[in-house]
């Protein structure tokens, strides 16, 4: 079954600041949308409200999956229509072992399909298999002591586990020596399928080596300005963003929001 993602004229910031200003865009299942722009071009601030993140205001504008509104839902209840967000700064949660968490959400988002300890434990470690983790990650605390490339392997492996409708990745790349990059691509490429349909957000060509996009957009104060094939990624390499149109004259920064408490779940 086909499922689409519809981003409708989505104008959404923080505090009183307007970040995104009118964005729209369709998704479908087994698309790969890869999304660019300089910094503060609202980027990040696109992952967050199309997860819903109680600090970040949608203004005006819907984001639909399958034809019904889930502007008005909160983060868990997204998760269980079909949105995953793999987060650009990963935070620690201590008391909850990695394996514990996934199980958790697996059965959550998958009530139809429990899976009992045994066999969750199985498809975690060939999970843990293509990223390159070792199998006593399962038992450490959620993201706790992981290094910055651990915690982006561990973000693959829920996407892998959790396999959702859609997956907003969001600078998955971000942080990465080439082989851990080249570890995180093999596991997004181990879930891509004609029914996951996936929003890359990267700053850089270097992961689209390895995860080919069928669309590149570029982001610029907070609208898309240009849209095309995967040759505008190389084009962006090449040429950087001067060329379009005020992109050398971004002043709207993006907020980061990285403290404990503001994560939105991922179930």
Known sequence: MQHILEIIDLHAGIADKEILKGVSLTVKSGEIHAFMGPN????STLAYTLMGHPKYKLISGDIKIDGTSIKDLPPNQRALMGLFLGFQYPLEIPGVSLSNFLRISYNAVRKDEP??????????????????????????????????????KAEVVQLSVLRPKFAVLDETDSGLDIDALKLVAD?????????????????????????????????VKGKIEVSGGPELANKLEEQGYSWIQGADDTSDEEERVTAPGDRAPAV
Do not use: C, W
Request: charged share 30%; glycine share 10%; hydrophobic share 35%.
């Open 40 to 43: 503060g071009s609202g980027k």
């Open 187 to 219: 596991g997004i490429n181990s879930v891509k399928s004609s029914e996951i349909g996936i929003l890359l957000i990267t700053h850089y060509q270097r992961i689209l080596r390895y995860v080919k996009p069928q669309f590149v957009h570029v982001l």
């Open 115 to 152: 899976m009992l300890v045994r066999d969750f434990r199985k498809l975690l470690e060939d999970k843990f298999e293509v990223v390159g983790m070792e199998r006593s990650f399962a038992t450490r605390y959620l993201n706790e002591g992981f290094s910055g490339g651990e915690k982006k």
